[in-house]
């Protein structure tokens, strides 16, 4: 009797999750009719949830019925026979329009618990997701808490929560608050969540009433000694000065804002033994936390757990922090890092920093300038880096557009065409292309005061925003040579990336970008490494300006970088120098190199690729695709030919079936176990396709395992791919791999 009663539930079950997947096509259909656009909007998204969630199997939902409740609603509020659906109890997804890229869709989870009114205000927990998140089922629905609204945005995907990737959060929790009364604010996140958390509490340290960020990614001196160097040899002012702006972007930089609240409740949780990201990131934060007299802080150091599976729940979290209220502030300090000029921090008054390569602390006081270190006050006259702060990356975290015109040279556009597709890959959405006539007015946000860029490649000549933005200025580039402000600047296939502020929109500027020779263009939104790539934090660039060549690939070999003072004038003391050094001893480039003379054997480095796929950073040719990067070096081995590579990445060259076999020596280029939370974690697979289909793959190689050889039949091939795939998902954690000697053999 048992297993037929048993039988017989499993069989309802499979039948009730056939009728849900029908009910949900049938609530999408339904919501195409409503007249409302915002409902509909949300509804529809809602649907492609479940609908997306359904499809997946999962067994507690079949089992368990978890989806049962919420499809019955979503068709009810469908049909329109639930008034104002969104604030009944229960799971809702909401939609809002992003006003960087056009209209992107930003959903959002959020759970209204039971028993609520509908009307009196209720706390907020925003929870933000891990790493690894591209899809609404990945992350959704967001784990409710009684009494409280919970939220969890999408947000774009997994970008540590930097650049537009905290925009989308900012756009996401502004429009809950407009549908909901919000008494309080409360922001809780994991690992990668934990840093945004971090990150988001200092940008509205007025606003939140408690913080608990756990395995947070906070201090770049944690990954030392156990994923990196001890130290990274900076060899130039450029790169002292890069390693300096990037570090002003970590939440390290600005702990004192949140020590400026002292009884802010703050709840830190990491574990000892936790290899993904250390546990002297936490460390470091709560040390620095007390330090400063913060009295509200709780931390959770947790002996032989990893990085999970803790002994103390989300909801006791939540809890520890509803019941440690905070005081309303009466006075916030503002920490500016060196070369950061303005506060990152919502609501700052109007301020200049003395001296920007200092770090400043500035005083609010009731919304107001009330002194500090190293600031004094300042009036809103434009321009100024108060009313649009840069550096150069700030471009991509507010409306943006391309200004080019139809007939570009074939560079350049292909240059715009590859960061398109890339862009919407990563973050979804598009940068939209604009006509001349239209400049800024493109912009629905203008009038708004929003922050909005223009994205014009080209020299003046060829594009007439770039000679709008230049105009009057010391700049200009020419083959083998650019002049900045009385300095001049020399290499093969030179240019110049510039942000200038428009001269007469206050909130409004253009990112020029000046190649010498169409070759200037070639991968150049993945070529400098960590510090102009789109992926997580190394999305921004953290200059005004900087000066390039075939040879840049990171800080230390830019020719030079610099910083325009807070009004966006030149500042001779704020520009800074490569290394000649370093750059005299760089092979190779970041496309396809010349032949050397005598040599009748056919080096894939020779040949320009097809396509890329390199979303971590460049594909190399003759030399690592590292940062800063020098010869090839595979497993200790140096190679003087091959492909430098950093995983997951994708090429692919035409061939034509002129060749028979394809020959290369493959190996990660770190080498050993020094590093032991990045030699677990690295593991790479190699592989050749060709046409379509998989002709041979290596080992799964780690830092200890030697260079495998690849030696494949490749006859009658058009199209040759090379393929480095990472196999575990931490792909941080991976460095530069190689094809080192990869060479086509003739038929």
Known sequence: MLILAVGGYLGYRFLRHRDLRRMVERAAAEAEKLSDPVLRRDLKAHADFLA??????????????????????????????????????????????????????????????????????????????????????????????????????????????????????????????????????????????????????????????????????????AWKGVWEEEERPVLSPAGRACAMAQRARMPVARVGQLAGRPDLPIYIGHGADDTIVPVGHSDSMAEKLRALGAKNLRYDRFDGVGHGGFPVSCDEQIAWLLSHPPTEPSELVAIIPPLTFVADMVGAPPYRAIDPLKEAKLIVRDGKFAGGEN??????????????????????????????????????????????PAWSQRYGGWIPHVAMRQGFGVFPTESTGEPCTLIALGSPKENPAVKVALEGLDVAVREGEVRLFGHTFRGEDIGLIMLRPHPTEPKAATLVVWGSTPDAYRQLWKRFGHVVHLEGDRGRW?????????????????????????????????????????????????????????????????????????????????????????????????????????????????????????????????TGTKYPLRYENERVQFEVWADGFCLASSAILSATDGLAELDVHIRGAKCLSLRAANTTKFIWHYGPVGWGEAELVPE
């Open 52 to 221: 997306a969630r359904l499809e997946q199997l999962r067994r507690k939902d079949i089992l368990l019925g978890r989806l049962d409740d919420e499809v019955v609603e979503l068709l009810r509020a469908c049909q329109g026979k639930v008034p104002k659906p969104h604030l009944r109890p229960g799971h809702h997804v909401l939609i809002t329009a992003s006003k960087v890229d056009r209209g992107e869709y930003l959903p959002t989870s959020l759970a209204v618990p039971e028993g609520w009114n509908g009307t009196d205000p209720l706390p907020l927990v925003l929870d933000l997701h891990a790493a690894g998140v591209k899809e609404m089922t990945h992350c959704f629905p967001v784990r409710g808490y009684p009494g409280v609204l919970c939220m969890t945005p999408l947000a774009r995907g997994s970008h540590d929560y930097v650049g537009v990737q905290m925009t989308a959060v900012e756009e996401c929790l502004a429009d809950v608050r407009r549908r909901y009364p919000v008494s309080r604010l409360y922001v809780v996140g994991h690992s990668m969540g934990g840093t945004g958390a971090w990150l988001f509490a200092q940008r509205h340290v007025a606003e939140i009433s408690g913080l608990a960020p756990w395995m947070g990614n906070a201090d770049p001196d």
């Open 375 to 420: 600031v004094e006050a300042a009036t809103d006259s434009p321009p100024s880096k108060w009313h649009y702060p840069g550096p150069a990356g700030f471009a991509f975290e507010h409306p943006v557009a391309f200004a080019l015109l139809p007939d570009a040279p074939p560079a350049i556009a292909e240059c715009v065409s590859e960061l398109g």
């Open 542 to 670: 953290y200059f005004d300006y900087a000066v390039f060549d075939r040879k840049t690939c990171g800080p230390d070999s830019f020719l030079a970088v610099g910083w325009f003072d807070h009004h966006w004038r030149f500042d001779p003391k704020l520009l800074f120098e490569g290394s000649a050094e370093l750059r005299a001893k760089m092979p190779g480039s970041h496309w396809a190199v010349k032949p050397a003379a005598g040599d009748s054997r056919v080096w894939l480095s020779t040949l320009a690729p097809e396509g890329i796929e390199s979303r971590r950073g460049p594909l190399a040719f003759d030399r690592s695709a590292g940062v800063d990067a020098g010869p090839l070096m595979l497993q200790g081995t140096e190679f003087a030919l091959g492909i430098g590579m950093v995983p997951p990445a994708n090429a692919t060259w035409r061939l034509d079936g002129k060749f028979a076999r394809f020959r290369a020596k493959v190996g990660l280029e770190h």
